[in-house]
């Protein structure tokens, strides 16, 4: 299996400009968690979704952001309008079933938002 | 509210030399325990878990970690370290569903 996909691998913007972050989770897993990776804020959920559903959106920091999911194989993270606070490594996780089952994670996209 | 602590900002250590990183957590229940790994610009990779059962685990790599309720911790060990452990090492914990809570990370050097 590749693994949980991520794209792009690196993003540069300007301030006000709509990003797009996507994922392709492994095969068969049911779930799907955006987290994002600041020095200052250490790793933070940002939404979560069980067989396409949002189940947890409270670590989404505001209405800028939105996610969806359209089908077990692929997820994307909107940013709009992005701002440079936004600047971090966004990384795309999926997981099989139940609660403690290990989190896959993808190689994580460095969005920086000049 | 729930909260993990890896006190150790940056350890360095020498290559074949012994290392532990410590990780406590604040819960009321023993919460689901894991160890993940992050090299340089990659993801993270799970090195362990901790459920129930042998408070001693064994992980990938030769790493190993010991539950220890009396003083809510789950520290990781390595008898023996690799240049190639040198990365980023973040402690989590789920109380009993997803949501990992992650620690701040220790950050390994590794000395030849």
């Known amino acids: 299996d590749a693994g949980v996909i991520q794209s792009p691998r690196h993003e540069v913007t300007e301030m006000g400009q709509e990003v797009t972050l996507r994922c392709k989770p492994i095969s068969g897993h049911n779930s799907l968690f955006w987290y994002r990776q600041t020095m200052m804020r250490g790793l933070e959920l940002l939404i979560y979704f069980n067989n396409n559903v949002p189940i947890d959106d409270s670590g989404m920091p505001e209405d800028r952001f939105s996610a969806k999911m359209p089908n077990a194989s692929f997820s994307t993270l909107k940013i709009q309008p992005s701002e440079p606070r936004d600047s971090a490594v966004y990384f795309c996780?999926?997981?099989?079933?139940?609660?403690?089952?290990?989190?896959?994670f993808g190689p994580g996209t460095r969005l920086t938002v000049l | 509210a729930q909260s993990v602590t890896q006190p150790d900002i940056h350890i360095t250590v020498s290559e074949g030399a012994s290392l532990e990183l410590r990780c406590n957590y604040s819960y009321g229940a023993t919460p689901y325990l894991f160890w993940y790994v992050q090299s340089p610009g990659q993801g993270l990779q799970l090195l362990l878990k901790?459920?129930?059962?042998?408070?001693l685990v064994q992980g990938i790599k030769g790493f190993e970690a010991e539950f220890k309720r009396s003083q809510s911790s789950f520290n990781l060990r390595k008898p023996s370290v690799h240049w190639s452990d040198a990365a980023e090492y973040f402690c989590?914990?789920?109380?009993?569903?997803?949501?990992?809570?992650f620690g701040a990370g220790t950050t390994v050097t590794v000395r030849a």
């Open positions: 996780a999926s997981s099989l079933g139940g609660p403690g089952n290990e989190q896959f």
């Open positions: 989590a914990v789920a109380p009993n569903d997803y949501k990992l809570s």
């Open positions: 901790y459920f129930s059962g042998d408070t």
